[in-house]
């Protein structure tokens, strides 16, 4: 829309031109008319130039801000795999853990029945 009208505001400055350049080249207009003319269509042409630029700027910061915001939300679901990660291997230290305990609980169960064994041989000799 704001493209549209841009467009259409270009348009009226350009048929002004076109009538005034018609007209002037006719000589129905004095040059103070030409004068006021051409300064009329000079500050619309800015002004125009002034609202394109606004609106441009204004595009600009919201896709500012809208980059920023994705920045953000990516980075916090960064943060959420990096502890669901954390977690995870944590749960896993935690279950090795206890593999180790209770190899070692079984390792030395078997330790003390050989020992148990051995001294029965002994005491049977």
């Known amino acids: 829309m ?3 009208r841009a467009l259409q ?10 009538l005034v350049g018609s007209a002037t080249g006719c ?3 004095s040059d103070q008319t030409k004068q006021e003319a ?3 269509v000079e500050s619309k042409a800015q002004q125009a ?6 609106k441009v700027e204004s595009k600009a910061r919201q896709a500012e801000k809208t ?7 990516a980075k916090q679901q960064v943060k959420k795999k990096i502890a669901a990660g954390q977690e995870d291997l944590q749960e896993k230290v935690d279950d090795l853990k ?20 051995v001294n ?3 005491l049977r000799r």
């Not at 505001?9 to 076109?18: C, I, P, Q």
């Not at 980059?67 to 939300?73: C, L, P, S, V």
């Not at 593999?99 to 169960?109: A, I, M, N, P």
């Open 98 to 117: 206890k593999r180790v305990e209770t190899g070692q609980e079984d390792l030395k169960k078997k330790v003390d029945d050989v020992h148990k064994d």
């Open 9 to 18: 505001g270009v348009l009226a400055v350009l048929a002004v031109l076109v």
């Open 120 to 122: 029965d041989l002994q």
């Open 38 to 40: 051409k300064k009329k």
């Open 67 to 73: 980059i920023e915001a994705k920045g953000q939300q």
């Open 2 to 4: 704001t493209k549209v």
């Open 49 to 54: 130039k002034q609202e394109a630029k606004k």
């Open 27 to 29: 000589g129905l207009l």
